[in-house]
């Protein structure tokens, strides 16, 4: 599975922005931007799912040049309250346990 992911993005943005995406840290918000550019889409129906405090503080700084939404993800091992807490604090809108929640959201 994952390798047929990284086939696709290979095919859509070539392996050189892979390298390129890596010289950022992960909280910084170029990738995203780059990405949204390049797929084309409209940055009102643009949102990040991410899983840990970093994809929230990368999608807050990145909503400081355009409007999107950041929803947090909490897998079996992290539903903890203190994660939870820790992705709104760090700049997630929603915060989902499944992807039925995120299903749920985007209805």
Not at 10 to 39: C, D, M, N, Y
Not at 42 to 48: F, Q, V
Request: a positive charge.
């Amino acid at each position: 599975m994952w390798s047929r992911l990284t086939n696709v993005w290979k095919r859509k943005f070539g392996s050189s922005f892979h390298r390129e995406a890596k010289k950022f840290s992960k909280t910084q918000p170029l990738f995203l931007l780059r990405v949204i550019r390049e797929i084309g889409t409209p940055h009102s129906k643009c949102g990040y799912v991410g899983d840990v405090v970093d994809d929230m503080l990368a999608v807050k700084a990145a909503k400081k040049k355009l409007q999107m939404v950041a929803i947090g993800f909490l897998s079996g091992r992290s539903k903890l309250k203190t994660s939870n807490e820790s992705l709104f604090m760090a700049g997630a809108d929603f915060v989902i346990e499944s992807p039925k929640g995120l299903l749920k959201l985007l209805s």
